[in-house]
């Protein structure tokens, strides 16, 4: 490992629990694992945390690497990958023995340790660049201060530097859509409107964006993207403000938009984003209730969500997996709850439309390795989940399913996760440019004025 050209990397914990393969990320550079980073790994991977399986699958892939390895081997470093174009190698450091060479922190804590062995590599190395890795923001900071050159976050997951970057699943056109469109083709196919248009002026664009504008009625859909051509589907303002879904209406073009995407069949995902109160989750059950008993196009409503500490609690809750799952899905039956306020009996309601329409409360831990077919699921409050976690549930979807995200990136509760590093934005990212899939960001607070003035002011 004494390559000058290529960097080094010192790893912290959390970047093997944020991702536990990340050290294959590395193919060019050199990777340093500090012992301590093994030992808190260990007392992480037998805890009922939820990173638990991460920190156990990080163990598994340093096992593998460095199986047939010998002491020496493993102090001095082997190579990461066995590719040819790889040169990188990963090597243990023992930094439990760096105390007394290195005085810049006294104590035995790990974060401290890890600090100490990167500011000794820092010196042993020199001049070659010294990295420290981290997603703890507390940490860069500490490490900068004690003397570490080079601190850095882990991004090769995060596809954008900042959250306000994240498609929003529509393009606002200033002033009339129609004075700034020189040339276009309509045709009529089954009763729907189509125009082409040049490409140019609506970059970025994909599949299945809206297009509105700020005078006229004009809404539109992307339903074809071509090299120099855009294709838009023609979508009556009116028309999508006055759709109905269990007797819900549009409040906002917002949600006329969110509306049209969760009602449409061929759409198999739509994601919801938006700020809390704009309607996500009551937009997704009321679609889900006029599809489910009214059209008979699904056999049931599954409803899920993530639990941080449903490992160790809800095993304490009395009853069965449904009725566990209540307290964490309360958003869901208020919203059930205020979609029949209006009934004789609101209790008898819901309790007729919960077996009618066969709805589910489901835990996240239990959707692994099911096969779910023909039904309507909500993944609500999917700002708190990582992209596998995302992908091993959007995995377990067959035939005949459709699938609801919603969630609001100003509320993440994880402590591994920022608004960049979230599923959620991965998911949109990544999802924009499949044909079956729309994503909506809800504009505007529509719980109430008090709701919509703290949003605003607090």
């Given at each position: 490992m004494g390559d000058t050209d290529r960097k080094l990397f010192v790893l912290d914990t959390n970047i093997l629990l944020h991702e536990p393969l990340a050290i294959f990320s590395f193919q060019e550079h050199d990777v340093v694992i500090p012992m301590t980073v093994l030992e808190e790994l260990d007392r992480i991977k037998d805890s009922k945390r939820d990173v638990a399986r991460d920190a156990r699958v990080a163990i598994r892939a340093l096992e593998a690497l460095?199986?047939?390895?010998?002491?020496?081997?493993?102090?001095?470093g082997i190579p990461i990958s066995r590719d040819k174009g790889s040169t990188g190698h990963i090597a243990i450091l023992a930094d439990f023995e760096l105390q007394e060479t290195i005085k810049a922190f006294a104590d035995k804590a790990g974060d401290n340790r890890i600090l100490n062995a990167t500011l000794y590599l820092q010196n042993k190395r020199a001049p070659r660049e010294v990295i420290l890795v981290t997603k703890d923001i507390n940490m860069r900071l500490r490490a900068k201060g004690a003397g570490v050159r080079?601190?850095?976050?882990?991004?090769?997951?995060?596809?954008?530097?900042?959250?306000?970057?994240?498609?929003?699943?529509?393009?606002?056109?200033?002033?009339?859509?129609?004075?700034?469109?020189?040339?276009?083709?309509?045709?009529?196919?089954?009763?729907?409107?189509?125009?082409?248009?040049a490409r140019e002026p609506f970059e970025p664009t994909y599949l299945n964006q809206y297009v509105i504008d700020d005078d006229s009625d004009f809404v539109g859909r992307v339903a074809q993207v071509d090299a120099d051509s855009i294709t838009l589907q023609d979508l009556s303002r009116e028309r999508l403000m006055h759709r109905r879904a269990w007797d819900i209406?549009?409040?906002?073009?917002?949600?006329?938009?969110?509306?049209?995407?969760?009602?449409?069949?061929?759409?198999?995902?739509?994601?919801?984003?938006?700020?809390?109160?704009?309607?996500?989750?009551?937009?997704?059950?009321?679609?889900?209730?006029?599809?489910?008993?009214?059209?008979?196009?699904?056999?049931?409503?599954?409803?899920?969500?993530?639990?941080?500490?449903?490992?160790?609690?809800?095993?304490?809750?009395?009853?069965?997996?449904?009725?566990?799952?209540?307290?964490?899905?309360?958003?869901?039956?208020?919203?059930?709850?205020?979609?029949?306020?209006?009934?004789?009996?609101?209790?008898?309601?819901?309790?007729?439309?919960?077996?009618?329409?066969?709805?589910?409360?489901?835990?996240?831990?239990?959707?692994?390795?099911?096969?779910?077919?023909?039904?309507?699921?909500?993944?609500?409050?999917?700002?708190?989940?990582?992209?596998?976690?995302?992908?091993?549930?959007?995995?377990?979807?067959?035939?005949?399913?459709?699938?609801?995200?919603?969630?609001?990136?100003?509320?993440?509760?994880?402590?591994?996760?920022?608004?960049?590093?979230?599923?959620?934005?991965?998911?949109v990212e990544r999802f924009k440019n499949f044909e079956g899939s729309a994503n909506i960001h809800l504009n505007g607070v529509v719980r109430s004025r008090l709701a919509e003035y703290a949003e605003e002011n607090l």
């Open positions: 460095f199986k047939d390895a010998t002491p020496d081997e493993i102090s001095e080079f601190v850095e976050d882990y991004r090769s997951d995060q596809l954008i530097d900042d959250v306000q970057y994240l498609t929003k699943g529509f393009q606002q056109i200033e002033g009339d859509f129609w004075s700034n469109v020189d040339q276009v083709e309509s045709k009529n196919l089954a009763g729907r409107t189509y125009h082409t248009l209406t549009p409040k906002n073009i917002y949600q006329a938009m969110a509306l049209d995407a969760l009602l449409d069949p061929d759409i198999d995902l739509v994601i919801l984003t938006g700020a809390a109160g704009s309607g996500k989750t009551l937009l997704a059950l009321a679609a889900a209730l006029e599809q489910n008993i009214e059209k008979n196009m699904f056999d049931k409503i599954i409803v899920t969500r993530n639990t941080p500490d449903i490992g160790e609690s809800i095993g304490f809750l009395p009853g069965s997996e449904e009725e566990k799952m209540l307290p964490w899905l309360a958003a869901v039956t208020d919203t059930l709850e205020a979609l029949h306020k209006n009934d004789h009996c609101t209790e008898g309601s819901l309790k007729y439309i919960c077996d009618k329409a066969n709805i589910q409360f489901k835990s996240i831990n239990f959707m692994r390795g099911r096969s779910i077919q023909n039904a309507f699921v909500l993944l609500d409050e999917c700002q708190n989940l990582t992209a596998s976690q995302i992908k091993t549930i959007i995995t377990r979807c067959g035939e005949g399913t459709k699938i609801v995200c919603s969630g609001n990136l100003a509320q993440i509760d994880s402590h591994y996760l920022t608004p960049v590093t979230s599923g959620l934005t991965y998911m």
